[in-house]
Nanobody
């Protein structure tokens, strides 16, 4: 059973920064892609970023490219999302998720992930 727990959400002013953490329970954590998604009330869940098992490859949505950085520390079974230059449109519940396959494709699709955390609220004020 894989459990993912997000933390680090909160309130930040526009232009500020915030770092989210995703802690996983499984021993094979490093074999899988970890993705970050976000969902605003009444909106569709959207892809934010993903990182390969080794940490060697990263992927970003165009909306966050250059502002957000995803990283992982496999020794701690933790993935991070560093968010900078934040805008009010970044306001959402942020979820981390583990891929279904170790060599996962279509990483921007929620259906490519089989385990999800409970989410952490991020609010950006103007």
């Amino acid at each position: 059973q894989v459990q993912l727990v997000e933390s680090g959400g909160g309130l930040v002013q526009a232009g500020g920064s915030l770092r989210l953490s995703c802690a996983a329970s499984e021993r094979t954590f490093s074999d899988y892609v970890i993705g970050w998604f976000r969902q605003a009330p009444g909106e569709e869940r959207e892809f934010v970023a993903a990182i390969s098992g080794s940490g060697g490859s990263t992927y970003y949505a165009d909306t966050v490219k250059g502002r957000f950085t995803i990283s992982r520390d496999n020794a701690k079974n933790t993935v991070y999302l560093q968010m900078s230059s934040m805008n009010p449109e970044d306001t959402a519940v942020y979820y981390c998720a583990r891929s279904r396959l170790s060599l996962q494709t279509f990483l921007m699709r929620p259906g490519s992930y089989s385990y999800w955390g409970q989410g952490t609220q991020v609010t950006v004020s103007s």
